[in-house]
Each structure stands twice: as structure tokens, then as C-alpha cells.
């Protein structure tokens, strides 16, 4: 697609339960990121790939979170048992190669209550 | 660990008016990548400096990364109402994970 792409824009959760973040990069980019923003703040790295590989999951907050890009383009990114500090925007972003500037989506918010 | 400090974390511009904004961090990087977020937007990418004492214009803006690259300024003239929104620094130290700044957020007064 033209831009990258996320899904849902929303989502509200009630604590406990699992969801599954999805990222729509922009085709033939290699590199995809995910980060979380909260309000008034710069984003938060939490992981990226290259392809299909993980290749630096060291932002992710805990075992609860995890992401994968099995064929190297859609991108998921899964929170397990959601908690209240949970609720931010995630947002996704993609890059041709390592060395460009990235190009973010419009994240999604997710509201856990 | 390695992190960037940007300042002022608010800026308020009277509309007309040049301002400037700095990243500043403690050791020195090997880049330096500039974002702009619109209200209620995402992070757009601006320009990436890898050069020491590198300085790259787009229009109203300025960028320059310092001859020690421990530090970078974004500079803007003639501020207009379309420039408000928060311009984040950002670097990548190894492993090409981009770390951000805490931003500034820049007012126009009109």
C-alpha cells in the first residue's frame, strides 16, 4: 500500500483478556518497527525486524509481549493478559533498508479497562 | 545508558518569528534523525545527519549536527501556524535501534 498501515485505529479491552496489534508495512520495505507512545512523550522502542527476523526485542516491557512477521511483511504484535499500564498508542513503522528514515502508521490506541 | 536531552521541552513562537531547538546528548552519535508530529498525527521523518558540522535546509528549516556530533539544531524562520506540532530528535546506537528524544512542542502564537 501507499502508507503503512495499522489496525484497529481503536481498541478497548477489558483487563485480563489477550489482543493482537496488526502492521501493514509498506510493500518491499525490509525493516519494520514497533514502538509505544504515551501522551507527551517521544515513542518508545519496543522491537523491530529485518525480513522475518527478530532482530532486537529488548524494548518489550515483559513476557506478556510478543510480535512476529512470519512471511516478512504483516507484522502482529501481542499483548497476553492485558494490564491497565497497558493502555497507550502503539505504533508501527518501516523502513527500506537500516539506514532510512522510517515511515510511521497511524498506531493504534489501546484503551485497557 | 545513551540518551539525547532536547530543549525547550515547550516553545512558544510568535507567528513571524525564527526560533531554534536542540538535542544534546553526553557521548557522541553516529546520527542523528529529526521527526515532526502534528497534533493527533504520527511521527513524520524529516532528515537524517551523519556528517560532523552537517547542515541540511528544507525551506524554513535548518538542520545541524555539531562538529563533535554530541549534538544537533533545528531551526526554523518565519514561523507559520502549519509548523506547530512536536519535532523529536532521534538517534540509533547499535543493533539500529532508534532511540527518541522527549521533544519539543512548539505553539504559534498568531
Known amino acids: 500500500g501507499a502508507g503503512v498501515s495499522q489496525s484497529p485505529r481503536y481498541k478497548v479491552t477489558k483487563r485480563g483478556q489477550d489482543v493482537a496489534l496488526r502492521c501493514d508495512p509498506i510493500?518491499?520495505?525490509?525493516?519494520l518497527y514497533w514502538y509505544r507512545q504515551a501522551l507527551g512523550q517521544g515513542p518508545e522502542f519496543l522491537t523491530y525486524?529485518?525480513?522475518?527476523?527478530?532482530?532486537?526485542k529488548s524494548g518489550l516491557p515483559n513476557d506478556r509481549f510478543s510480535a512476529e512477521r512470519p512471511e516478512g511483511s504483516i507484522s502482529t504484535l501481542t499483548i497476553q493478559r492485558t494490564e491497565q499500564r497497558d493502555s497507550a498508542m502503539y505504533r508501527c513503522?518501516?523502513?527500506?533498508?537500516?539506514?532510512?528514515?522510517?515511515?510511521f502508521g497511524s498506531g493504534t490506541r489501546l484503551t485497557v479497562v | 545508558g545513551q540518551q539525547v536531552m532536547q530543549i525547550p521541552q515547550y516553545q512558544h513562537v510568535q507567528e513571524g518569528e525564527d526560533f531554534t531547538t536542540y538535542c544534546n546528548s553526553s557521548?557522541?552519535?553516529?546520527?542523528i534523525q529529526w521527526y515532526k508530529q502534528r497534533p493527533g498525527g504520527h511521527p513524520v521523518f524529516l532528515i537524517q545527519?551523519?556528517?560532523?558540522?552537517e547542515v541540511k535546509k528544507q525551506k524554513r528549516l535548518t538542520f545541524q549536527f555539531g562538529e563533535a556530533k554530541k549534538n544537533s539544531s533545528l531551526h526554523i524562520t518565519a514561523t507559520q501556524t502549519t509548523d506547530v506540532g512536536t519535532y523529536f530528535c532521534?538517534?540509533?546506537?547499535?543493533?539500529?535501534?532508534?532511540?527518541f528524544g522527549g521533544g519539543t512542542r512548539v505553539l504559534v502564537k498568531p
Open positions: 513503522a518501516s523502513s527500506p533498508t537500516d539506514y532510512y528514515g522510517y515511515t
Open positions: 510493500s518491499g520495505h525490509v525493516s
Open positions: 525486524f529485518n525480513y522475518e527476523a527478530q532482530q532486537d
Open positions: 557521548t557522541t552519535l553516529s546520527n
Open positions: 545527519l551523519v556528517k560532523s558540522g
Open positions: 532521534a538517534y540509533k546506537a547499535a543493533g539500529n535501534k532508534l532511540t
